[in-house]
Nanobody
Framework: QVQLVQSGGGLVQAGGSLRLSCAAS????????MAWFRQAPGKEREFVSA????????IYADSVKGRFTIARDNAKNTVYLQMNSLKPEDTAVYYC??????????????????WGQGTQVTVSS
């Protein structure tokens, strides 16, 4: 069992930056693929980014590529999402997720095992 506790987020002006954190409880954090998703009001949840077990590779949604960076610190059982050049359309509730799969394939669309509680990010124009 893994519990994910998120922190960070808040209100920022367009062009600003925020960093989200997601701390995992329990052991074997390095065995999990970690990802970030977001859900804007009235919209379906969408994939943002995912990172492999060691942090050696990551993938991003086209809408955030070049602006967002995912990273993980396995010694601290934490995954981060650094968000730069934020736009009003980035406004959403952001969720971290963990998956115990041994394959990184379909990281954008798989059913993740565990989810964080969500944190609001609001970008004003």
């Amino acid at each position: 069992q893994v519990q994910l506790v998120q922190s960070g987020g808040g209100l920022v002006q367009a062009g600003g930056s925020l960093r989200l954190s997601c701390a995992a409880s329990g052991r074997s954090f390095s065995f999990y693929i970690m990802a970030w998703f977001r859900q804007a009001p009235g919209k379906e949840r969408e994939f943002v980014s995912a990172i492999t077990w060691s942090g050696g590779a990551a993938i991003y949604a086209d809408s955030v590529k070049g602006r967002f960076t995912i990273a993980r610190d396995n010694a601290k059982n934490t995954v981060y999402l650094q968000m730069n050049s934020l736009k009003p359309e980035d406004t959403a509730v952001y969720y971290c997720a963990a998956d115990s799969s041994t394959s990184f394939a379909n990281a954008r669309s798989r059913n993740y095992d565990y989810w964080g509680q969500g944190t609001q990010v609001t970008v004003s124009s």
